[in-house]
């Protein structure tokens, strides 16, 4: 990929950036992966309030920003001189219905 990507895995304790109080991007599997993170959690509430507080879309280092609460995001993280675009990926109902129903099978 090559991109900066926040989520999750960015405050994984097993890479050791969760606590830094500022934005680093990071490759935490170098050689393997050319994945790239930046070191705050996206995916909640608690974590974008960080990312705003670290002026994570301000200090440019990052290209995509995974979270399942786009509202959220964009009332915290972005601002009239620094927007985003959103790209929402979702499965066709039919496929869900047959993956539950088979999920509940076996649950």
């Known amino acids: 990929m090559g991109q900066a990507i926040a989520n999750q895995n960015g405050v994984d304790p097993q890479h050791g950036h969760q606590n830094n109080d500022k934005i680093i991007a ?6 393997v992966s050319r994945a790239t993170f930046v070191n705050v959690d996206t995916t909640s509430k608690r974590g974008i309030d960080r990312a705003s507080e670290l002026g994570l879309v301000q200090s440019g280092l990052v290209d995509m920003i995974i979270t399942s609460d786009i509202a959220y995001a964009i009332e915290n993280l ?4 620094h927007k985003g675009r959103v790209v929402a990926l979702f499965r066709h109902p ?3 219905l047959v993956s539950k129903f088979y999920y509940l099978q076996k649950a």
Do not use: A, I, M
């Open 26 to 31: 990071f490759q935490p599997w170098p050689g």
């Open 78 to 81: 972005f601002d009239e001189y």
């Open 94 to 96: 039919v496929d869900r």
